[in-house]
């Protein structure tokens, strides 16, 4: 039997169709799809899944979920939406859309039918354009979206950039292909609607070998943008290549040769051409951030600080010194001082030797400040400023930094932190949940314990008790030894009547804190910035035990 919803068409010998087009999905991806669309009249639980789909085999909660992931991206859904599939917490999965039911013979035809249908529309077309551009602008990809606004599916146009390859004969100058790369990132969210996967996710896969199928199915996206970077004295020689991750084959590549100082101007033009090449339209070009200053020395200074901030270990007081050298010889480099203000902005929460002072919050913000001086069209410092005024209780202020933040970058994640703390610490949880789980889409290989945290305290203050266990206990198994993820889940399970897992947690939380001296007085005092809701998590806490 074949099923037909919206404009989809499944049919388990042939396949899912879209508009007659047939649409990618690996065979566990269709049985789990059949399985949901034939009892789509009730609740189907990860168990019976488990031995439909699997055979009986035990398999992890990450990959049925990997599978579910999948099926929904194959779809157009995501977990934000759940358009097609919703997840019952505690329970399992169903297909909720309208379906109907076809025949064998009506599945065939439709297959066929839109495949005519589909080259009839690209005939026109293939007078003046090559074949290879045309089934790329043919594919419908083109999804609007403000960014001040709450973000649900990723548009269909998406890019994942590789760390670009160091070819210099000086290994120390990895950092230059990094930076390279972490700009070129940037400049890649001038492509409109194009959803581009953040920097320090990008930066997992560097030295690994991973074939670029693997990479575009690990992280949802459709093209693979790879590289390399060769520096001999204040010559530049950049090679890249774009790469469409489901057939492998080369859409565009180009050398660009450049001195140092005009190696942005060739960050621009692999831009450019990849939207040529995409069809795809470039944002205004006035975007164009910073570009190096006169002094090399001060500007290898802030590339070598901020590459450092994305490594999986972060040395805070080694880039606080490389920032504070930039600044010294040159104090008009904003990326030197965007990258201080984070600095500045993680020591204000606990003792780094070397790095943390009496006011870090406030040094946070005055650097963050600076840097939106220096260059008002760069992201970075604009997310940073609206960082500094939440932490510092001034949401009126902090709003518009992150809205901005999104504007100029739809693609950092950072931005859509901002906004997500920022609305919480407004007293809107509700509002807040989304942006920190499109941080997730968007970066989902670096650090991800820090907004499941964050999207657990939201939660919390939003009375979803059992959503927050679920993210909160993600972040555990990313940072098993995170003390501010287990004072909320210990709030999280009190508040959801789990009362001996919440003395579990409890007990973690007092044996990981860096003071015995926590009390419900304390934490309200150290955590007030996160907005009204917090009085919800220190509730929980009480009713665990905490005096």
């Known amino acids: 039997m074949s099923y037909r919803f919206d404009t989809f068409v499944f049919d388990r010998d042939r396949g899912l169709f879209d508009n007659g087009t047939p649409v990618s999905l690996e065979p566990q991806g269709l049985d789990l799809l059949g399985y949901l669309l034939a009892h789509r009249d009730r609740v189907v639980s990860r168990n019976e899944l488990n031995d439909e789909i699997w055979d009986g085999r ?9 599978c579910i992931r999948a099926v929904r991206r194959a779809l157009g859904d995501d977990r934000t939406q759940q358009k097609y599939i919703r997840t019952h917490p505690k329970r399992g999965f169903q297909f909720v859309a309208p379906v109907e039911q076809v025949s064998a013979e009506e599945t065939a035809s439709t297959a066929t039918g839109g495949e005519r249908a589909r080259r009839r529309r690209l005939l026109p077309m293939l007078a003046g354009l090559g074949a290879l ?9 083109w999804m609007t979206r403000d960014a001040a606004e709450a973000p649900s599916a990723a548009p269909k146009l998406s890019i994942a950039v590789m760390p670009f390859e160091n070819l210099s004969a000086d290994p120390e100058q990895d950092y230059f292909a990094d930076a390279f790369t972490e700009d070129l990132i ?25 074939g670029i199928s693997t990479v575009a199915e690990e992280l949802g996206v459709r093209y693979v943008l790879e590289g390399s970077v060769r520096r001999t004295g204040d010559e530049v020689r950049i090679n890249a290549q774009l790469i469409d991750g489901e057939t492998n084959r080369h859409i565009w590549s180009d050398r660009f040769d450049r001195k140092v100082t005009e190696v942005f101007s060739g960050q621009y033009e692999v831009t450019g051409q990849i939207a040529s090449a995409l069809k795809a339209e470039l944002r205004e070009a006035d975007l164009r951030r910073q570009g190096p200053p006169e002094s090399l020395e001060a500007w290898d200074f802030a590339l070598k600080g901020n590459v450092l901030l994305v490594q999986p270990k972060r040395d805070f007081r080694a880039a606080k010194d490389l920032f504070e ?13 965007s990258g201080l203000a984070f600095v500045h902005f993680v020591a204000s929460f606990g003792n780094i030797p070397g790095v943390t002072e009496p006011n870090s919050k406030d040094l946070s913000l005055q650097a963050a400040q600076r840097a939106v001086v ?4 760069n992201a970075e410092g604009h997310w940073m400023v609206g960082f ?34 920022t609305k919480m610490a407004m007293g809107e949880p509700t509002e807040a949940i989304p942006y920190l789980q499109h941080s997730v889409r968007l970066n989902p290989g670096f650090r991800v314990f820090t907004k499941y945290k964050y999207m657990g305290v939201a939660y919390v203050q939003n009375g979803q008790d059992a959503e927050a266990i ?5 972040a555990l198994a990313k940072s098993p030894e995170d003390a501010f993820a287990y004072m909320i889940l210990t709030a999280a399970q009190a508040l959801d009547g789990r009362n001996e897992a919440a003395q579990s947690s409890l007990q973690a939380f007092l044996s990981l804190s860096k003071t015995s001296r926590h009390n419900i007085a304390s934490l309200r005092q150290n955590n007030s910035w996160l907005g009204p809701g917090f009085a919800r998590v220190l509730e929980g806490l009480r009713l665990a035990g905490l005096p």
């Open 58 to 66: 035990i398999v992890s909660e990450a990959a049925l979920s990997t």
């Open 133 to 141: 551009v045309l089934s790329i602008a043919a594919g419908g990809w």
């Open 186 to 210: 940037t400049d890649l969210s001038r492509i409109r609607d194009a959803f581009v996967i953040a920097r320090r996710t990008s930066f997992t896969y560097k030295d690994r070998a991973v």
């Open 325 to 337: 050298k930039s600044i010294t010889l040159d104090p008009n480099i904003a990326s030197a001082w």
């Open 374 to 377: 220096l260059d008002p069209k």
């Open 388 to 421: 500094g005024y939440t932490r510092n209780g001034q949401t009126d202020l902090a709003w518009p930094s992150c809205q901005t933040a999104m504007e100029l970058n739809p693609n950092n994640d950072c931005g859509y932190v901002c906004a997500g703390l």
């Open 470 to 474: 679920e993210v909160l206990n993600r």
